[in-house]
């Protein structure tokens, strides 16, 4: 059974930081693409970050140079460091893993990340 588990999301003020991990099991996790994406209320969910197997990464427009996505290959897990967030970074932030080789895409159940004053 596969499961992605994310942690470290809540409410923050404008400007501060917060770390979200994702915790996979179930998959043979170095073969995935991990991502992160968000989706904001009446808004379609959207990419935030990607680390792909290979090592590169890729992040919207919107968060370069305020987000990095890292990854722990050992432990499973994918990382969100989200540094000089903005109240239009609200929003539900979901851990998805891909292995475009064979289809097989896995989401989380999705941290609530508020940035308010």
């Known amino acids: 059974q596969v499961q992605l588990v994310e942690s470290g999301g809540g409410l923050v003020q404008p400007g501060g930081s917060l770390r979200l991990s994702c915790a996979a099991s179930?998959?043979?996790?170095?073969?995935?693409?991990m991502g992160w994406y968000r989706q904001a209320p009446g808004l379609q969910r959207e990419l935030v970050a990607t680390?792909?197997?290979?090592?590169?990464?890729n992040y919207a427009d919107s968060v370069k140079g305020r987000f990095t996505i890292s990854r722990d290959n050992a432990k499973m897990t994918v990382y969100l460091q989200m540094n000089s967030l903005k109240p239009d970074d609200t929003a539900v932030y979901y851990c998805?893993?891909?292995?475009?080789?064979?289809?097989?895409?896995?989401w989380g159940q999705g941290t609530q990340v508020t940035v308010s004053s």
């Open positions: 998805n893993a891909e292995r475009t080789e064979t289809g097989r895409n896995y």
């Open positions: 179930g998959i043979i996790f170095r073969f995935y693409a």
């Open positions: 680390f792909r197997s290979s090592g590169s990464t």
